[in-house]
T-cell receptor, first 109, second 116 residues
Framework: EDKVVQSPLSLVVHEGDTVTLNCSYE??????LLWYKQEKKAPTFLFML????IEKKSGRLSSILDKKELFSILNITATQTGDSAVYLC?????????FGAGTTVTVRA | NAGVMQNPRHLVRRRGQEARLRCSPM?????VYWYRQLPEEGLKFMVY????????ESGMPKERFSAEFPKEGPSILRIQQVVRGDSAAYFC??????????????FGNGTRLTVT
């Protein structure tokens, strides 16, 4: 059975801290891994990763994929209260996107 | 260039009633996905459709749930005889099949169904 597992389930940090979110997967027919941010409404797309070892960056967020060890990390540096959200990891298995349970990040001022 | 449009945003139904959720895909997109999100959980795949055809309904409960995407008009997710356990957020995403899996899915704002 295909699995996408995220850790931790939740964490609380203070503004300015750095957070690292983990996503491991065991799937057949892996195509790509995606990260989304969800704040009480639609998940919004952050990154799509298909190749190992190539870091993707967008401002204070970055992500990397390891296809040998079957995991990805999402880093957020210099966190702000606006980063508080659920971060979802998902894997394209064929044409279907399979999601992990998410990591809830709370950033306190 | 509107994104994926879902309505209603919120829907309240009593047990035993029917719920109809609508999704209009992005312009130029011919395929639609439906996902369900229970409280404190990730999104669970329900069904993948193209116009007038269901491609994959492996995530749909066997009873009371159905989905369609007619030639004209939005995709409809229909839940008959709703029960409290159907209370969830239902999200829709759309795609061009030729872009999969090299393009991300973009989601609508969801319909939050509450069964009382």
């Amino acid at each position: 059975e295909d699995k996408v597992v995220q850790s931790p389930l939740s964490l609380v940090v203070h503004e300015g801290d750095t957070v690292t979110l983990n996503c491991s997967y065991e799937v057949t027919n892996f195509r790509s891994l995606l990260w989304y941010k969800q704040e009480k409404k639609a998940p919004t797309f952050l990154f799509m990763l298909t190749s190992s070892g190539i870091e993707k960056k967008s401002g204070r967020l970055s992500s990397i994929l390891d296809k040998k060890e079957l995991f990805s990390i999402l880093n957020i540096t210099a966190t702000q209260t606006g980063d508080s959200a659920v971060y979802l990891c998902a894997v394209f298995i064929g044409y279907k996107l399979s999601f992990g349970a998410g990591t809830t990040v709370t950033v306190r001022a | 260039n509107a994104g994926v449009m879902q309505n209603p945003r919120h829907l309240v139904r009593r047990r035993g009633q029917e719920a109809r959720l609508r999704c209009s895909p992005m312009k130029g997109h011919s395929h639609v996905y439906w996902y369900r999100q229970l409280p404190e959980e990730g999104l669970k795949f329900m069904v993948y459709l193209q116009k007038e055809n269901i491609i994959d309904e492996s995530g749909m409960p066997k009873e009371r749930f159905s989905a369609e995407f007619p030639k004209e008009g939005p995709s409809i997710l229909r839940i008959q005889q709703v029960v409290r356990g159907d209370s969830a957020a239902y999200f829709c995403a759309s795609s061009r099949p030729e872009s999969l899996p090299n393009s991300p899915l973009h989601f609508g704002n969801g319909t939050r169904l509450t069964v009382t």
